[in-house]
């Protein structure tokens, strides 16, 4: 069966199969839950994780330890990391789903929300996927090199995307130089000139996408101070009593930020400050504004909205008034995005996922989905494992109430020799492991976990490919 961080898994196995999880990257098989099934897990990277590895941003290590547990489960003899395999390019979906018992389809969103307004293709305008993918090692993002020589950088979005990347842009260089950050964009980021990050949100305070505890870092960020406009947050305080418990506390703590007078040591601290980043609300993004030679970006047309409508519907409308805000740097964070992955598999090309039932991909008996392509690219690693299992329960008791293939399938035996005829060389786990054995033995002499290996030609040599 399938599986994980990689993308795809599948299963074969003498006549069951078993039951999977799996999550950004992340698989985990319950042999509790079946004692025969195998999972083999198809990942079209040379490297395993998915978001755990290429997403989660440099400075936030613990949350990667998740990595101990899918190192755990494909370490398991009934389950097989596949690397450098595409699937819908290298091996289709059909063809999997002959030569398994069932096939869960985990690829998540590999793509991002377009913005879809004038200017956006300038130089100087990306989108925070690819900066993300940029600082994180992600082999086709290391062309990015952005240009930081300016003073002022907009992010579009409110997630927590958007705070990992403006985060990332502010931090001291030297505070992250003990992380997996690549040296590439380390040695960008000393040379950064940029000064202030705008977080800009078409809502309003209570609608923001971030959550309490990247907010928090945000506010405390080293040599940086918070500009929070008091207007913004008029007549919020009896409103945010209302509000589910979680998005309280995130409130209120926005609302002290914005309008409670600063004690002498914070004044302090924040009057040394060299750096800024701000969150301008109830904007919405209308043109990127090119420079006087129309070659790159040179700042921001927002249309400015206001609220209409309760609750989590609450949707901005433009009020008809613009406000241009100078830049040379535009992040666009609104969102990652599915693609299809093969004609075979149906998609739904609103919503971004391919339409499912609990997991169960529709009108497709044997086909599962689970992660960021089933619910749409929200959610962390937690939801998104949580979501994993549930996946793996229907997947189970389909199996049970006899509605996957009966009797022996080929399994990876089939598709190898499919490969093979294609010219691919999947990888395994043991292959990553030597990768990963030299990426920590790189980052031994700076004092980094590891220095992460960015280029897959350099990947395959070192394994021998
Ligand atoms: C920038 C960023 C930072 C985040 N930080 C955090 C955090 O700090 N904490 C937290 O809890 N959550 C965080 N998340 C959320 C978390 O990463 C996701 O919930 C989770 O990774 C989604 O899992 P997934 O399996 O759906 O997708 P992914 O993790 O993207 O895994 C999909 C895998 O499928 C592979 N794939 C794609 N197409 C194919 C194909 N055709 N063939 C084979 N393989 C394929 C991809 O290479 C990838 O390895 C973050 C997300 C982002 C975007
Ligand atoms: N540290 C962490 O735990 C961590 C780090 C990174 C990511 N993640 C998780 O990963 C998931 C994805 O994060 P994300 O930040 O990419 O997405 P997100 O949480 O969905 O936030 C997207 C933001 O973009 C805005 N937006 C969407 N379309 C827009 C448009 N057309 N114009 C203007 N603004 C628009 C949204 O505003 P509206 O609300 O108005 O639509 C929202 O503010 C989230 O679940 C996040 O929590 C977690």
Known sequence: MVFLGLGIALCHLPPGLAGPCCNGTILEIRPKHHNQAQVDIYEKQLVPFGLVRFGVAPDHPEVKNVINTFTQTAHSERCAFR???????????????????????????????????????????????????????????????????????????????????????LTPP??????????????????????????????????VAFTIKELREMIQLPGTRTILDPADFLGLQDRIKEVPRPRKRLSELLLRTAIE?????????????????????????????????????????????????????????PTGETEDLPCGLVLSSVGYKSLPIDPSVPFDPKLGVIPNTEGRVVDVPGLYCSGWVKRGPTGVIATTMTDS???????????????????????????????????????????????????????????????KLVDSQEMLRLLGC
């Open 389 to 451: 299992f549930l996946t793996s329960e229907v997947l189970l008791q389909d199996l049970k109430a006899g509605l996957l293939p009966s009797g022996p399938r080929p399994g990876y035996t089939a598709i190898q020799a499919l490969l093979s005829s294609r010219g691919i060389r999947p990888v395994s786990f043991s292959d990553w492991e030597k990768l990963d054995a030299e990426e920590v033995s790189r980052g031994q002499g700076a004092g980094k976990p590891r220095e």
């Open 261 to 317: 007078k600063l004690g002498p040591e914070e004044a302090s601290r924040q009057a040394s400050a060299s750096r800024a980043w701000g969150l301008r609300f109830f904007r919405s993004p209308q043109q990127v504004l090119p420079s006087p030679d129309g070659q790159q970006a040179a700042g921001i047309r927002l249309a400015v909205t206001r609220l209409e409508g309760v609750g989590e519907a609450t949707r901005a409308v």
């Open 174 to 207: 030297e505070h992250l130089e003990k992380t997996d950050i690549t040296e590439a964009a380390l040695g960008l980021l000393r040379q950064s000139q940029v000064k202030t990050v705008w977080i800009v949100g078409r809502r309003g305070p209570l609608q």
């Open 83 to 169: 690397g450098n395999v595409a699937v819908g390019r290298d091996v289709t979906v059909s063809e999997l789903r002959e030569a398994y018992h069932a096939v869960v389809l985990s690829y998540g969103a590999e793509d991002h929300q377009a913005l879809g307004i004038p200017g956006e293709e300038l130089p100087g305008v990306c989108s925070a996927r690819a900066f993300v993918g940029w600082y994180n090692g992600l082999p086709e993002n290391q062309a990015l090199a952005p240009d930081l020589s300016c003073d002022t950088a907009v992010i579009l979005g409110q997630g927590n995307v958007a705070l990992d990347v403006a985060r990332i842009l």
